[in-house]
């Protein structure tokens, strides 16, 4: 079983499977791309059995990760205060997405990443449309594309100010819409 582990830490404690690299069945696989930080230097790793890392490194490419993000890496796992600290802000920024959500009426699922999917309350079409009126305003959001998450769009936490303006862009949006 391979556990895609990229938003691990983000999760709410104890949430998270206990480690067991003696198990020979799981693969676990970890990014410094979204709590650390460091998603242009396209790093990671993966903890697992030895006998299960030894097939992968007949398979890999040993070349792929440079020495800068090598180090990086190491030096952000020496600082492991820095990524709790930016955890504990997107977990207020998602605080805030919920209430930007709720006071317009919307539900925001849940979430233990680094964005928020909220509910349009409508079909994908509608979803779309508000897509398509953000960027027009300058406010880029994705939006899954199945239904039936295909009615949410999907905002990243971004910073303070990014959240004041998706706010006040998305309140513009649904008035424009009514």
Wanted: charged share 25%; proline share 4%; aromatic share 6%.
């Amino acid at each position: 079983m391979v556990l895609d582990e990229a938003y691990i830490d983000f999760a709410p404690d104890g949430t998270a499977p206990a480690l067991d690299p003696a198990n020979p069945k799981v693969l676990r696989m970890r990014t410094f791309s979204k709590a650390h930080g460091m998603a242009g230097l396209r790093i990671g790793y993966t903890i697992a059995h030895k006998d299960l890392i030894t097939g992968l490194n007949k398979v890999r490419n040993h070349f792929e990760n440079n020495r800068l993000a090598q180090v990086a890496a190491l030096a952000s796992l020496q600082d492991l205060s820095f990524v709790q600290s930016v955890c504990q802000e997107v977990a207020r920024g998602r605080d805030e997405i919920y209430a930007i959500a709720k006071g317009l009426g919307l539900t925001a699922l849940p979430s233990a990443t680094n964005f928020v999917a909220i509910d349009m309350g409508r079909d994908g079409d509608y979803a779309r449309t508000v897509l398509k009126e953000l960027d027009a305003r300058g406010v880029f959001v994705r939006m899954p594309g199945v239904a039936p998450l295909d009615r949410c769009i999907r905002v990243t936490v971004g910073t303070q100010q990014d959240r004041k303006i998706f706010g006040e862009r998305l309140t513009e949006v649904l008035a424009s819409l009514a």
